[in-house]
């Protein structure tokens, strides 16, 4: 590919980003802001699969955990002086506890969204990366932390609203959310916000330490025998992760208007990882657009055919990794090795040797 | 007596009950090189495993400028400047020969100090000095995954060489050379052993006579015979277990 090419359909992607208000109805606009979000998510995903290797099935838990903070946030700001969150009430609690209240400062609430999931992803990665557990254990690892989150969410209804999740707020910092201006500059900001991300991996792509990573999903134990330890580098990648998932979970909500332990599960952290498969796991751009894909996919189909969905998604699964397995950013290079072998297929049967000579030259 | 470098003293390694190393012990001074041959399965590369910590022994300890080394991580290990080269070739295929250089040459390798962009003039100054010794200059953009058998031997000598270490432990660092290649290996060794130690294993007699250097000969986990090649090669118990077997192979 030639080197301005990358460049400069990235640029074209971010133009027709910010411009989507001109050319999309309302409904469609909400559809891809939320995906968007989500691509946030998928772009620490890439980090800490594509570059890392570690393969976490939990992402649904992070994401979570930046949702869940800020909906505490929208739920106590939304309230009277004195009242309590409905839920609460209802389940027979006389106050509002103070790790909820500890939220109700924007700014408080906004480092929340940010630290909190950080803290989770970096503890957990430090505990078990330390202990050179990894590969196909950390994926289960996760996976059992995915199942857990959303089953402790569920158990403990006088304080996260239980199956039902979250919903019901009208304000984020005194604008209405419903309010179609509110709507589109939430977009812009998700928009600036994945753009921002998207920015800090190509930083990362190349630092030292991005280097280091790839390393590290290429030959954990070489890059120890330099005197490098994976644990530590693999610990803050996760953490990045963790970070990108909580604002991702953020502004997902806020274009939604709900939380719920059904959109941090097992499931959802399931779909997360086929997405960034889809688009090609270690590619920033091809995750971007695999999330996009498979989630208007998702959107497309559930509305059409409701129990094709987490069949399609099995079978869509199995597609990539079989025939693509650098998904979408694969295609360019599968193109050209298809390209090369009908060349060297000519060539072999001796015709045209003209033809032959000026195709290799270019 | 001069102090030792390196100091592997009556070490054992036991895989389920089997002694692959049995009691052994060996004396390194610095910028020496010290050859380490014996039949498949003696020990040689384990040997390795236990200096540079991938293999923990049950008994014995290992002593590198006289600090006690025998329980520290690997990359701890490194960091007091041993490195390594395993016997398949351990380089990093999707980076470039320069990248590979590079981060085996950074002095810093904590995580939270590797968020620089680029490559320092140091490091730089370095690596550019490794990849004229290795001759590898005109290959510093190739991924090195394309790189010739006999290039990444020669890329993962100059990252153990590049590393800050004064030990270097390479496993069969001529295995699947030409003839050309392998004494430009020997060459190299020696030429770089005016400020470096050497641990060197390897079959090829052809080879280690290159590296004019004192032999040591391993045989079930333990040293058999310590000398010259020429006191080596005339002795009747190494002759027995090894060299009478590499010529009847030869001849075969
Ligand atoms: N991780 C392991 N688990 C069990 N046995 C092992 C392990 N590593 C090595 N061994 C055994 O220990 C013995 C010594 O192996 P080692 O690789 O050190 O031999 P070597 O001298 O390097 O041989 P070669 O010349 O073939 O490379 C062998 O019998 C081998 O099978
Ligand atoms: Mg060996």
Redesign the pocket.
């Known amino acids: 590919m030639k080197k301005w090419l990358r460049p400069a359909l990235d640029l074209a992607l971010l133009a027709a980003l910010v411009a989507a208000p001109l050319y999309l109805s309302a409904y469609h606009l909400s559809l891809l802001g939320r995906f968007l979000a989500m691509a946030i998510l998928s772009l620490g995903l890439c980090l800490v699969w594509g570059w890392s290797g570690v393969l976490s099935l939990g992402q649904g838990v992070f994401w979570g955990l930046g949702a869940y903070v800020l909906v505490m946030h929208l739920k106590l700001v939304g309230l009277q002086p004195g009242d309590m969150p409905d839920f609460m009430l209802w389940s027979g609690l006389d106050h509002t506890p103070g790790w909820w209240t500890l939220f109700r400062h924007p700014a408080v609430a906004l480092a929340g969204v940010l630290i909190v999931p950080t803290v989770a992803a970096a503890g957990l990665a430090w505990l078990v990366f330390n202990r050179r557990v990894g590969g196909i254990y950390f994926a289960l690892i996760t996976q059992a932390l995915a199942l857990a989150f959303a089953t402790l969410l569920i158990s403990e209804q006088a304080y996260t609203g239980g199956f039902n999740g979250l919903t019901d707020f009208t304000t984020v910092l005194g604008h209405y959310i419903v309010d179609p201006s509110f709507q589109r500059a939430l977009y812009w900001i998700t928009v600036g916000a994945l753009a921002a991300a998207f920015l800090f991996c190509r930083w990362m792509g190349k630092t030292n330490f991005g280097k280091v990573l790839l390393a590290i999903r290429d030959g954990e134990s070489r890059i120890r025998f330099l005197g490098y330890n994976p644990a530590g580098y693999k610990t803050i990648a996760f953490a990045i992760g963790g970070a990108f998932a909580g604002i991702s979970g953020a502004l997902y909500v806020l274009h939604v208007g709900v939380i719920s332990p059904a959109m941090v599960g097992v499931m959802p952290s399931i779909e997360m990882v086929v997405a960034v498969a889809v688009g090609g796991r270690s590619s920033f751009t091809g995750v971007i657009l695999g999330t996009l894909l498979v989630n208007f996919g998702k959107d497309w189909i559930s509305s059409a055919m409701p129990e094709m969905w987490q069949l399609s998604i099995g079978l869509l699964f199995i597609l990539v990794v079989t025939l693509l397995p650098k998904g979408l950013a694969g295609i360019p290079e599968l193109g050209r090795q298809i390209t090369e072998r009908i060349r060297r297929r000519t060539a072999r049967r001796g015709v045209e040797p003209e033809v032959l000579a000026i195709t290799q030259k270019n | 007596m001069q102090n030792a470098l390196l100091s592997v003293e009556n070490i054992t390694v036991s895989?389920?009950g089997?002694n692959?190393l049995d009691g052994i012990s060996l004396r390194l001074m610095p910028t020496s090189i010290r050859v380490l041959i014996?039949?498949?399965?003696?020990?040689?590369?384990?040997?390795l495993?236990t200096v540079i910590g991938n293999?923990r022994p049950t008994k014995g300890r290992i002593v590198f400028r006289g600090e006690d080394i025998t329980e520290l991580n690997e990359y701890k290990i490194v960091r007091r400047g041993i490195c390594r080269k395993f016997?398949a070739p351990g380089i990093l295929e999707n980076l470039s020969v320069l990248d590979n250089l590079s981060l085996a040459a950074r002095p810093r390798r904590e995580s939270w100090r590797s968020f620089g962009v680029g490559i320092d003039s140091s490091v730089r100054a370095r690596v550019e000095r490794v990849l004229e010794r290795i001759g590898l200059e005109e290959k510093r953009h190739t991924m090195a995954g394309q790189l010739s058998h006999g290039q990444k031997q020669w890329l993962e000598i100059g990252m153990v060489v590049s590393s800050h270490a004064d030990l270097l432990l390479l496993?069969?660092p001529a295995a699947g050379m030409s003839l050309d290649e392998s004494a430009q290996t020997a060459e190299l060794i020696r030429s770089l052993a005016s400020d470096h130690s050497f641990l060197v294993?390897d079959?090829d007699m052809t080879f280690v006579e290159q590296l004019s250097a004192p032999v040591s000969v391993?045989h079930m986990?333990r040293m058999l015979k310590e000398g010259t090649l020429e006191e080596i090669q005339r002795d009747p118990q190494v002759i027995a277990v090894y060299l009478g077997r590499e010529k009847e192979e030869a001849v075969a």
């Open positions: 895989f389920d089997f692959a014996g039949p498949n399965g003696a020990g040689k590369s384990t040997l495993d293999v016997q496993d069969e294993i079959h391993m986990g």
